[in-house]
Each structure stands twice: as C-alpha cells, then as structure tokens.
C-alpha cells in the first residue's frame, strides 16, 4: 500500500506564488513518474506538469514558463513552485506517482483571486 501526502495549498493573490509538496510513503521500491493534475469545478482534469526518476519534465501548456516541477527520489517527494498565479489556476490540485500502478493524493486546494 501507497500512501501520498500534499501540502501547500492555500489562498493567495494573483501574480503570488505558492509551493506544493507531495510525499509518497509505504511500500515502495521504485517510482517512476511523479506529477501534478489539477481539476477546477466543471472541468476536466488537466496535466499541470511530471517529472521522470531521472528528471526528465513535461508541463501542460497553460502552466510552462509559470511553475516548475522537481523532485527528492531519496524521499520519495515531489513539489511543484507556481508563480506567475492567475485566476484561472484555481484548481484542486491532485499529485500522483506511478508504481506499477498509478497512486494519486488526495488533493490540495489552491485558490487565486484577482
């Protein structure tokens, strides 16, 4: 069993920033991908960006240029910085690591108001 843990979230200004941390613990022997999506309130969800154990990124293209994924693979962690905020960032974001299987967070609440 795989358990991942975010924090960060919270309220702040547009133009802020804010920093997401997601730390998968359990029974683990190798995670591959680790990442971010994010859901807003009737939208789908969306890639905001994953990272490789070998530190290899991808981002959504709404967010590339604006927030920046790392990770700790001795932790097993993963933290996105978003800066450059906007409204439309608003979003439940969900941090997953892939396994054999796919494991997700339970979610953290960012909120951008203008």
């Known amino acids: 069993q795989v358990q991942l843990v975010e924090s960060g979230g919270g309220l702040v200004q547009a133009g802020g920033s804010l920093r997401l941390s997601c730390a998968a613990s359990?029974?683990?022997?190798?995670?591959?991908?680790m990442g971010w999506y994010r859901q807003a309130p009737g939208k789908q969800r969306e890639l905001v960006a994953q990272i490789t154990r070998g530190g290899n990124t991808n981002y959504g293209d709404s967010v590339k240029g604006r927030f920046l994924i790392s990770r700790h693979n001795t932790k097993n962690t993963v933290y996105v910085q978003l800066s450059s905020l906007k409204p439309e960032d608003t979003a439940v974001y969900y941090c997953?690591?892939?396994?054999?299987?796919?494991?997700w967070g339970q979610g953290t609440q960012v909120t951008v108001s203008s």
């Open positions: 359990g029974s683990i022997f190798s995670i591959n991908f």
């Open positions: 997953y690591a892939d396994l054999t299987t796919r494991y």
